[in-house]
Nanobody, 120 residues
Framework: QVHVGESGGGLVQAGGSLRLSCAAS????????IGWFRQAQGKEREFVAA????????YYADSVKGRFSLSRDNVKSTVYLQMNSLKPEDTAVYYC?????????????WGQGTQVIVSS
């Protein structure tokens, strides 16, 4: 089983950038994907982006396309979420999760979440 944990959240002004990291541990030799989700206060959790560690394209929610990007470091078993041009509406707790492929990244283990606050 693959386990994940996030880091890199914080407070940033609108228009700024942050990079979140999702580090995987456990059976990282297997094929798996990592997804990012977020949940703003009082709202439902929503999909942000997903990427397979074995290759292939990344997928993004429409709300973050062109602003957020994913990259991976297979040696470190880490996926990075680069967030640019941040908006106050991006404020949320960001979670990474893992699954067998990019369509099922919410089916495995979840991290504890990292808070992102974007001030206007």
């Amino acid at each position: 089983q693959v386990h994940v944990g996030e880091s890199g959240g914080g407070l940033v002004q609108a228009g700024g950038s942050l990079r979140l990291s999702c580090a995987a541990s456990g059976r990282t030799s297997s094929s798996y994907a990592i997804g990012w989700f977020r949940q703003a206060q009082g709202k439902e959790r929503e999909f942000v982006a997903a990427l397979s560690l074995s290759g292939g394209s990344a997928y993004y929610a429409d709300s973050v396309k062109g602003r957020f990007s994913l990259s991976r470091d297979n040696v470190k078993s880490t996926v990075y979420l680069q967030m640019n041009s941040l908006k106050p509406e991006d404020t949320a707790v960001y979670y990474c999760a893992t699954g067998p492929d990019t369509e099922h990244t919410d089916s495995g283990s979840w991290g504890q979440g990292t808070q992102v606050i974007v001030s206007s």
